[in-house]
């Protein structure tokens, strides 16, 4: 797909081309760490167009034709977030499937089932397992739901009131991997509650009553109850009592959750 600009009679097509050319070129120095910034120059967008102009010349003064900070910036948050829910779903799901393995394989490994941390009744460690899975999966859905809302696009709103150059909305939209553009110019520029969405689907997840800190804090009652060991690679021995094994690694990741819960 042609650029929209260009597409669209806004700008030229030989502009067009030197501007995507020199735009490659600025990735890959951003990539390599070879960009110079610099503060006089307020922002990622100055300098970008900047260091463009020194490469292309005019042209470069194009690159921010019917576009806004405001837009850029709108856009640019859902898109950096689009690809970091993309992450986390990955994550969590190759994390259910480890579970799902563990639970298949100990499946008739008999454990108590516990309220108020005394014993109560027999369940299987696999059924154990498949509890964390149906908490991941629904943190799963609240993270799908924040990206179905928040995958529409703020571009063409420009600062607040739209463009009066002939933009193709749609275009952009699809470009980006949208599913259509933001109906109202002023929601599409000052919207941030998908950000605060995502962030309370994180906090749901991550939270100290639910699912990562249930697992912790099960992981970290083992060795006083005792149902299992841990090894090794995710725990410490004691200072004065060589017979004592510390959870450590469990007990470190409790604690940065709760920090960042707060």
Excluded at 109 to 130: D, E, K, N, R
Excluded at 189 to 204: K, M, Q, T, W
Excluded at 218 to 231: E, I, S, T
Aim: charged share 25%; proline share 4%.
């Amino acid at each position: 797909m042609r650029p929209m600009l260009a597409a669209c009679g806004i700008i030229s097509q030989e502009d067009e081309a030197a501007i995507q050319k020199g735009l490659k070129e600025i990735g890959v120095e951003i990539r390599e760490g070879k960009f110079t910034f610099s503060t006089a120059l307020e922002d990622i967008h100055m300098n970008v167009e900047s260091r463009l102009a020194e490469l292309i010349g005019e042209a470069a003064g194009r690159l921010h034709t019917a576009r806004s900070r405001n837009d850029q910036v709108a856009t640019d948050l859902r898109l950096w977030l689009r690809d970091a829910l993309g992450d986390i779903d990955a994550l969590i799901a190759a994390f259910q499937k480890a579970l799902l393995g563990l639970a298949e394989k100990e499946a008739e490994t008999i454990m108590p089932g516990f309220t108020h941390l005394q014993s109560a009744q027999p369940v299987s460690f696999g059924h154990h397992m498949l509890a964390y899975v149906e908490m991941m999966g629904r943190d799963r859905g609240r993270f799908a739901d924040a990206r179905a809302r928040l995958n529409e696009s703020p571009l063409g709103a420009a600062a607040l009131a739209g463009t009066a150059y002939p933009v193709d909305r749609n275009m952009t939209a699809k470009a980006l991997g949208f599913d259509g553009p933001m109906a109202n110019s002023l929601d599409a520029v000052s919207a941030r509650d998908f950000a605060l969405e995502f962030l309370g689907a994180a906090s749901i997840c991550a939270g100290a009553s639910v699912s990562p800190c249930r697992r912790i804090g099960d992981l970290d009652l083992c060795p006083a109850l005792p149902l299992c060991v841990a090894c090794d690679q995710f725990s410490t021995g004691s200072s004065i009592m060589p017979q004592k094994r510390n959870p450590d690694a469990a007990e470190l990741v409790r604690a940065k959750i709760g920090a960042h819960c707060r």
